[in-house]
């Protein structure tokens, strides 16, 4: 069984469209992350969600939004794609204060 | 918000070799976590230490916790293939006291 399963893997998509990556976590997890991983392998914190409420937002452009529509799924919808948006997307979860992360395998997007 | 650096960036080593490479900041961490991540894949933990001057081993990788819990090293006895990965180190920093990650070393291991 898959403990944090993200789909799509791959997407492809040109410049201005709208896509969404999903995240499931089968574990009992109480909170839910979305990282970005750039070019340079650099994994940084876009959101945080605790029992599908936002808690971390780190000014990352309006145009990404998170929805959590429970504690076992973390989406992310992106409007208006731009070419610096090509990046792996990982979603990750865990215990609120246990601080040790479980990752999905990544959602490698890649805007043309 | 407190930063990891790591180095090297990237190592390339024969099958056989020992290597260590190094997560340092100028912040004091209450912890430090070290995770790997395989092409393709998400970072999965290998270990977190909390002691100031701590050492854990798992198997050929030994993991130490400066004494001022502002940095860790990670050593390999006889690298493997298998041990070819990034390495990130990882602290409790951010600005509401989430996961940092450092930049990472990529490690490859020639047979």
């Known amino acids: 069984d898959t403990a944090v399963s993200q789909t799509p893997k791959y997407l492809v998509t040109q410049m201005g469209n709208d896509k969404s990556i999903k995240c499931e976590q089968n574990?009992?997890?109480?909170?839910m992350y979305w990282y970005k991983q750039d070019s340079k392998k650099f994994l940084k914190i876009m959101f945080s969600?605790?029992?599908?409420?936002?808690?971390i937002n780190e000014t990352v452009p309006n145009r990404f939004s998170p929805k959590s529509p429970d504690k076992a799924h973390l989406n992310l919808h992106i409007n208006s794609l731009e070419l610096g948006d090509s990046a792996v997307y990982f979603c990750?979860?865990?215990?609120?204060?246990?601080?040790?992360?479980?990752f999905g395998a990544g959602s490698r997007l890649t805007v043309l | 918000t407190q930063l990891l650096e790591q180095s090297p960036q990237f190592l390339s080593i024969q099958e056989g070799e020992n290597l260590t490479v190094y997560c340092n900041s100028s912040?004091?961490?209450?912890?430090l976590q070290w995770y790997r991540q395989e092409p393709g894949e998400g970072p999965v933990l290998l270990v977190t230490?909390?002691?100031?001057?701590e050492v854990k081993k798992l198997k050929r990788l030994t993991f130490q916790f400066g004494d001022a819990r502002k940095d860790s090293s990670l050593h390999i006895t006889a690298a493997q293939p298998g041990d070819t990965g990034l390495y990130l180190c990882?602290?409790?920093?951010?600005?509401?006291?989430?996961?940092?990650f450092g930049k990472g070393t990529k490690l490859s291991v020639k047979p």
């Open positions: 990750a979860s865990t215990y609120s204060g246990a601080n040790v992360l479980t």
């Open positions: 574990l009992g997890h109480d909170t």
């Open positions: 969600y605790n029992n599908k409420e936002l808690i």
């Open positions: 912040s004091v961490f209450s912890s």
């Open positions: 230490v909390v002691t100031g001057g």
């Open positions: 990882a602290g409790q920093g951010g600005s509401q006291g989430n996961l940092i």
